[in-house]
């Protein structure tokens, strides 16, 4: 019989760390267009924490004002594809993967489904999971930069730390 239950990291109210735990969740099938990845590293960024906390307040209006609407945080994944939906194309099953949610929380599980033209690529040979899942919100905004910066060919830039 096929697993159809998952683990992950749960809160149902905002606090602090403590409003966290473990539960038993509906593990996500992929819709035609999506690639479902087992979760092999993840992150915990400032984000999340702002949004376990709904801090700052305002945050409850777009997340949910009383309770999260989104029960699992994590933006940030790296992991295996495990099943693919019936119009995917860049992605097989075993492919290695990582990429970002963008505003959609889901990563502290075990599996996410993330559409396949969405914020995902294959990961090189050479970086492994973990490495793979810190590369999305600090890579990106550090390119956001560079491109706001309007570098030209043959210009140089210090870059004093890392991002994110």
């Known amino acids: 019989m096929e697993q159809t239950n998952m683990k992950a990291a749960v809160y149902t109210r905002y606090g602090s760390p403590e409003v966290l735990s473990i539960a038993q969740v509906e593990r996500p099938e992929p819709k035609d267009n999506e690639v479902r990845i087992r979760i092999h590293a993840t992150t915990v960024t400032s984000g999340d924490v702002r949004l376990r906390k709904a801090d700052p307040f305002v945050m409850r209006f777009l997340f949910g004002l009383f309770k999260p609407k989104a029960p699992i945080l994590g933006h940030e994944v790296a992991g295996v594809v495990d ?3 019936s119009k995917v194309t860049q992605f097989k099953v075993g492919d290695r993967v990582f990429g970002t949610t963008g505003m959609r929380s889901g990563t502290h599980a075990e599996y996410i489904c993330i559409a396949d033209d969405g914020a ?3 990961t090189p040979d050479n970086v ?3 490495e793979a899942a810190t590369l999305t919100t600090g890579a990106l905004t550090a390119l956001h930069f560079l491109q706001k910066a309007g570098l ?3 210009e140089h830039i210090l870059i004093h730390g890392a991002s994110g």
Do not use: E, N, S, T
Request: hydrophobic residues 40%.
């Open 128 to 130: 492994a999971h973990g």
């Open 83 to 85: 099943a693919v939906g």
């Open 152 to 154: 030209k060919r043959g």
């Open 120 to 122: 995902i690529a294959h």
